[in-house]
Nanobody
Framework: QVQLVESGGGLVQAGGSLRLSCAGS????????MAWFRQAPGKEREFVAA????????THADSVKGRFTISRDNAKNTVYLQMNSLKPEDTAVYFC??????????????????WGQGTQVTVSS
């Protein structure tokens, strides 16, 4: 079991940046593949980025490649999402997710067993 708490969301101007953090509990944080998903009003939850246990393997959705970067610091039990060049269409609740069974960086919602409560990101034009 791992408990996840997201933070760092807020209101930013288009073109601005935010860094989201996801703090995980427990002593085995490094054993989990981690991911970020987001859900905009009236939309399905969608994949944003995922990272392997060591942090050496990452996958980013095409919509955020070149703008967002997922990373992790296992010593701090934290995964990050650095978001640059934000667009209004990035507005959503961003969720952190974890799973201990994955051998690759999964992009499907049902591949992740543990979820945080989400943090709101709003990008104004």
């Amino acid at each position: 079991q791992v408990q996840l708490v997201e933070s760092g969301g807020g209101l930013v101007q288009a073109g601005g940046s935010l860094r989201l953090s996801c703090a995980g509990s427990g002593r085995t944080f490094s054993s989990y593949y981690m991911a970020w998903f987001r859900q905009a009003p009236g939309k399905e939850r969608e994949f944003v980025a995922a990272i392997s246990r060591s942090g050496n393997g990452t996958t980013h959705a095409d919509s955020v490649k070149g703008r967002f970067t997922i990373s992790r610091d296992n010593a701090k039990n934290t995964v990050y999402l650095q978001m640059n060049s934000l667009k209004p269409e990035d507005t959503a609740v961003y969720f952190c997710a974890a799973d201990g069974r994955l051998g690759i960086v999964g992009i499907r919602i049902d591949e992740y067993a543990y979820w945080g409560q989400g943090t709101q990101v709003t990008v104004s034009s």
